[in-house]
């Protein structure tokens, strides 16, 4: 099944040819313009008979998608650091509001608190349950070997930062996406008002419907326990503030 985006030329049976301007694939729902109308019409995947613009037909699937897209950057990154890119790492933390998790790509010295940013390296599960790209120029559903030549092909001298050895991290994250991958990622932040520190890296499911983790216990990344303080459990939490690009915070913030 080919995948489906805002841009993608649709038919349908009363409208005739027009174009997909956003999608919402938990709902299965879409909303496209026909000709040289000034509106956008909503329609349903699953009821509307929508078709791609060869006649091929549009299903929606049933089975719930990601709300974010942490496990496939995991697959990703996991590709990549066999392939020697391994001072490539991926940082996430909870929204205030605790609905959704942010992501971010960083690359060079492994330091977790003062990371280094590339515009289009960072986002929010907020925008991924609209639109389930990365902004690479990848597909929606992409595996780890599209979303990396995607990378690479948008931003070759970002990715060329990565190379490097980091055998410790490698070690640490080939374990982590062993355990949890499909259907769980990490996190590295916490609602400090829960309490401290938790001693186990906190583990999140990527889609409805998936039970809580029940595995083994996982180790947080190598480097991380010499960050805090017997004090000050918010550390991190603060700190995330201090280090965003001005703009990311009011560009992500909840509705």
């Not at 697959?75 to 509001?97: C, D, F, N, V």
């Not at 995607?150 to 355990?179: N, S, Y």
């Amino acid at each position: 099944m080919k995948p489906v985006a805002p841009g993608t030329v649709i038919f349908h049976r009363h409208r005739g040819y027009g174009v997909i301007t956003s999608v919402n694939l938990l709902t299965g729902w879409v909303a496209a313009r026909f000709g040289d109308e000034a509106r956008s019409l909503d329609l349903n995947l699953s009821s509307d008979q929508l078709q791609h613009s060869d006649g091929e037909p549009i299903l929606f699937r049933f089975s719930p998608p990601d709300r974010m897209p942490h496990a496939r950057l995991m697959g990703m990154i996991r590709e990549l650091h066999a392939a020697g890119y391994q001072r490539l790492y991926l940082y996430s933390w909870p929204k205030a509001s605790g609905l959704h998790w942010r992501w971010h790509l960083f690359t060079g010295p492994r330091t977790w608190m003062q990371r280094s940013w590339r515009e289009g390296w960072y986002g929010s599960g907020a925008e991924y349950n609209l639109n389930p790209v990365m902004g690479w120029g990848d597909n929606p559903g992409a595996d780890a070997s599209e979303l990396a030549s995607a990378l690479a092909k948008v931003d070759p001298q970002g990715l060329a930062q990565a190379l490097g050895r980091d055998e410790d991290h490698t070690r640490w994250f080939d374990m982590v996406c062993a355990a949890l991958l499909p259907d769980y990622a990490f996190t590295l932040g916490w609602d400090h008002r829960d309490g401290p520190c938790p001693r186990t890296l906190p583990i999140i499911p990527v889609r409805r419907g998936v039970p809580e983790y029940v595995g083994a216990p996982l180790p947080w990344p190598p480097g991380w326990e010499g960050l805090w303080r017997s004090t000050g459990t918010d550390i991190v939490v603060r700190r995330h503030h201090r280090v965003m690009p001005q703009g990311l915070d009011r560009q992500n913030t909840d509705q």
